[in-house]
């Protein structure tokens, strides 16, 4: 049975899992950062050819960030933010038949990335900036809301929670009764519980084993693992060795029920979704 998104342009069927292949327009992110920089500068074709080997690879949709949101990373002006992210936007939009997402928590980012053919608002915080609920709703767009503990800043401080599962899950839920009231429709919502943000290896794993859970509250559920520092604890590796890991943990996502995985390596992540989905439908 087919579960369709409307994303802007694009159509998104959510029956079967789909990769969500990352994109960073930043200098500094934690795992792939300043890659599509030279002097300083971000190369919008180099940006764009990474997104195209993504989408031959296999990426239904192309996550475009440009604020570093890992821990102890600083803000992003706006400007700067809105200079990083349009023009790439756009350009992918106009060039690749893919689903865009755009990484963001400014409002004006959201508004001006929907006008370029964006199709997802992704958003960390939740939309819980100043007038991101609305312009979020006024672009009509599916909205995914994650799960933080704190600030980028210092959410790997201390995090502490009685039940992260049902804490997780009652923050999701106040926060799509908000989306509701702003006028953005349940069925435009998808849930990430946060993998990495503000939790320890023990929250994240707990998260994990009781995706379901999430889940069941029947919404889409997007998983956010690729290269992860928890990766780094559990298995001593730097951030450029952890693929047999991150893979790992993409086929427990999809077995617990995620409908998107949010990835580096697309190619070897699209490779275990079809044994994921060959095992799971025998
Ligand atoms: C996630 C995310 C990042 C995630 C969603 C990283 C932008 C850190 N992680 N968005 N963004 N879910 N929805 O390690 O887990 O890639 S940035």
Request: proline share 5%.
């Amino acid at each position: 049975m087919p579960m369709l998104f409307q994303c802007g342009p694009r159509t998104l069927d959510l029956s079967t899992v789909k990769v969500m292949g990352v994109l960073n327009v930043t200098p500094d992110s934690f795992s792939d950062g300043g890659q599509l920089f030279s002097d300083n500068t971000l190369n919008n074709s180099m940006a764009l050819k990474r997104a195209e080997q993504m989408v031959r690879e296999g990426a239904a949709i192309i996550d475009v960030g440009g604020e570093s949101t890992r821990p102890g990373s600083a803000p992003v002006p706006i400007d700067e933010e809105l200079s990083r992210v349009i023009p790439v936007v756009e350009l992918i939009a106009r060039e690749l038949d893919v689903v865009i997402s755009v990484d963001t928590s400014s409002p004006e980012v959201m508004l001006e990335a929907a006008k370029v053919g964006a199709g997802i608002i992704n958003d960390v915080r939740a939309l819980t900036r100043d007038g991101a609920l609305t312009a979020a709703a006024s672009t009509g767009l599916p909205v995914c809301l994650m799960h933080m503990q704190g600030l980028p800043q210092t959410m790997q401080d201390r995090p502490e929670y009685d039940d992260v599962v049902s804490e997780v899950a009652n923050y999701l839920l106040q926060r799509v009764s908000q989306c509701e009231q702003a006028g953005i429709a349940r069925s435009n919502i998808w849930l990430d519980p946060g993998f990495g943000f503000g939790k320890t290896d023990i929250h994240n794993l707990q998260l994990l084993q009781q995706l379901p859970q999430l889940v069941e509250l029947g919404l889409p559920v997007l998983a956010g693992l690729s290269r992860k520092s928890l990766l780094g604890r559990l298995l001593g590796r730097d951030v450029n060795e952890r693929l047999a890991g991150s893979l790992a943990l993409a086929m427990l996502a999809a077995q617990g029920g995620a409908k998107i995985l949010r990835v580096h390596d697309v190619a070897a992540t699209v490779d275990v979704l079809k044994i994921q989905m060959a095992a799971a439908s025998a």
